[in-house]
């Protein structure tokens, strides 16, 4: 086929998604100190967080604390809300280019982290569809997957390789829009969204802990 036509396609009306990478050693520190609270029963008492979400998830502990007293956290939060801003303001003023920041980045937005919490997800676990209220943004970073993950994450044909997924849900369906976006967990992947997407987690059937940590997060 020529590229004699200048084709390009242009999607002026998605809602968009911004992915990062949490830093290796910053998942590393926090796995350690949540691996010291889902340890002590009164604890993980004190921060059951189940009565204020949507899931069917073994443990859901809020985190709010240490994540506002972690600032190598903090700073990865607000750079990446701050960079997706930016870039979602850029976008309209340059019709979809998402790349330019330039214009905006020496207004410093104050991003407030309004709540955390910590999912681990045993097998059978799974999120109904849901949007997160109180916020402007949400955000996830997995921070760990059972040890035989990939292996059922390969074998899952039957279910379009959902096993474990985070699936993010528009709600048009047409030719040419694509309605379901979905997204499988790899350690140390952070995505963040518009809060009023729907989206939902589907079940895995490994042995282990599938654990990811969410973010709500507001402009100040
Ligand atoms: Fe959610």
Redesign the pocket.
């Known amino acids: 086929m020529s590229n004699d036509y200048d084709l390009r396609i242009v999607a002026p009306f998605s809602p968009t998604i911004i992915k990062a990478s949490l830093p290796p050693d910053l998942v590393e520190r926090l796995n350690q100190r949540i691996d010291e609270i889902v340890v002590r029963k009164d604890e993980v008492a004190a921060r059951d967080w189940s009565a204020h979400?949507?899931g069917a998830v073994s443990t859901e502990l809020r985190f709010t604390d240490v994540i506002r007293e972690t600032a190598q956290l903090t700073d990865f939060l607000y750079d990446v809300a701050r960079t997706f801003t930016y870039r979602c303001e850029n976008a309209l003023m340059h019709y979809s280019d998402y790349e330019r920041t330039e214009e905006l980045e020496a207004r410093k937005l104050r991003i407030e982290i309004k709540e955390g919490w910590i999912n681990d997800m045993v097998a059978g676990d799974y999120?109904p569809a849901?949007?997160?209220q109180g916020c402007l943004y949400?955000s996830?970073g997995f921070l760990r997957v059972p040890p035989a993950y990939e292996e059922e994450f390969a074998a899952d044909k039957a279910r379009q390789n959902t096993a474990g997924c985070l699936q993010f849900i528009d709600s048009r369906s047409a030719v040419g829009v694509k309605n379901l976006f979905t997204v499988k967990p790899v350690v140390g992947d952070f995505y963040l969204w518009p809060s009023w997407m729907l989206?939902c987690v589907y079940p895995f059937r490994s042995p282990g802990v599938r654990r990811s940590m969410?973010v709500n997060l507001a402009l100040a």
């Open positions: 979400l949507a999120n849901h949007f997160h949400s996830v989206h969410a």
